[in-house]
């Protein structure tokens, strides 16, 4: 590599007795795929090199200094050197190496890149020992250029994965038929883009307040810690419902992992910020790169999220009354062919009732079609009210119900249940009554067709007997 044939004319001129040592040590760092590995064996090497007691790295990450690889002779250097902070505790960092101080911090820095710092403390050389000057600016060079390197190719390998991730995130994204799973499969690759341990998203409920919704990574496991309560104070803190529409972070605590801070992405569709990414995160920040590619993840995520929230609602109005606001006749038909096949899998029996309103065109003709339309809207209501939350209730035709009884077959118990229905319809406000036709699944039909034509007759047949009755066979 470049660096070893540098070094390689470099011993010429420094001298095999420093210049032998560090190309060895180079080969061995090149070999290393990680770069934690490679530098901390330049850090434990560099103790014989630089003849010091303590060779520390610190690189420099969103315009802070990390420490990235320490050596040290004994423990006690250890204490001295975590009891510091860099840079504040430090001297200046020098562009020349000063040899006759006990203290080095020398830069790392590539092409006026800064990079970090190297810190040599303990330095005990004969101060005329000029090689080892001319050594160490020499060292310093060629370890910048490797660190350089290294982290232009992490970089590389990371914007590609990550890049592929983005695309088979937005295929992955664009095909998923629910919000639910959209969130679950975005999270989970979200996480995988930053290399995170986890997170949640918060979104906006039905009634108004802020949800924690599909939690992925450590979130999502089974544990005792409450982290729901726990991460509630930061929401609280925030005051987060729909306040910003920039990223920003949070610094927590009181965790048993450790976390330190959570980055806050908005989640946005052409309305406006309608959520928001919750990444749970050790100290490290996360690189411009990856927040580049993060932040188009996200606006792949709204994207997809108002799609399906489109769709939901084109397909709530299309199977939906406007009028009353309970299920139509394409939507019935649609819930009808669901309870069928759910009845069979539980071995259920269900009651398909069709409810004609009697005197209404009398109503409409003499109070007029406002009146009309407000007596379709309560008893709509009022029948809604009266059955359980699984049974099911749609206007199909002008003044007719339909509705299904789950989980109850005829019987006396039946009658009284329907019975008790006609009388929450309060139809005497309209003077009004009903007809009620009734068939039974499976027992009188196996499809949608012969129940609803059964049922039909029925009602029929109820209303030339003379209107107000409930026909079930």
Known sequence: MLVEKNMANE????????????????QEMNREENLLRALNLFTQRSLELFKCNIAAIYLLNQGRYQSFSVAYREDKHL??????????????????????????????????????????????????????????????????????????????????QALTLLLQGTEILVRTDSEEQLLSEAGEMAMEILFLPGGFFLLEGSEGSWEIRSPFGRL???????????????????????????????????NPFRWEKVWIYPLQTHSGVVGELWLMNTEEDITDQKREILAAFIRVIGVALETIRQRDEL??????????????????????????????????????????????????????????????????????????????????GGDEFTLV???????????????????????????LGVSIGVAEFPMEGQTYDELYRLADQRLYRGKNLGKGNIITD
Not at 11 to 19: P, Q, R, T
Request: hydrophobic residues 40%; negative net charge; glycine residues 2%.
């Open 405 to 431: 009884l789950t989980d109850i077959a005829m019987s006396e118990e039946a009658l009284h249940v329907i019975e008790r229905m006609r009388k929450s319809m309060h139809l005497e406000e309209y003077d």
């Open 220 to 254: 999502r496991q089974a544990m005792d810690w409450d982290w729901q309560t726990w991460v509630r104070q930061y929401i609280s803190k925030e005051e987060c419902c729909l306040r910003s529409a920039t990223v920003h972070s949070l610094e927590i605590e009181d």
């Open 315 to 396: 397909a709530r109005l299309a199977n939906t009354d406007r009028l009353t606001g309970i299920l139509n006749r394409q939507g019935f038909e649609q819930r009808f062919r669901e309870e069928m096949a759910s009845s069979l899998r539980r071995n259920s029996n269900f009651l398909l009732l069709l409810l004609d309103l009697d005197m209404f065109k009398q109503l409409n003709d003499s109070q007029g079609h406002p009146v009309g339309d407000l007596a379709l809207k309560e008893i709509a209501q009022n029948l809604r009210a009266a059955v359980r939350e699984q049974d099911i209730v749609a206007r199909t």
């Open 11 to 26: 011993s010429l001129i420094i001298g095999s007795s420093y210049a032998e040592p560090f190309l060895t040590t180079i």
């Open 79 to 160: 204490d001295s050197l975590e009891s510091r902070r860099f840079p504040q505790d430090f001297p200046m960092i020098s562009t020349q190496v000063n040899y006759l101080d006990d203290e080095w911090v020398l830069p790392l820095t590539h092409f006026d890149k800064n990079l970090g710092a190297l810190v040599l403390s303990g330095n005990y050389a004969r101060p005329s020992d000029r090689r080892l000057a001319l050594f160490v600016e020499k060292a310093i060079s060629m370890i910048s250029s490797f660190i350089f390197e290294r982290k232009l190719r992490s970089d590389s390998f990371d914007r590609e």
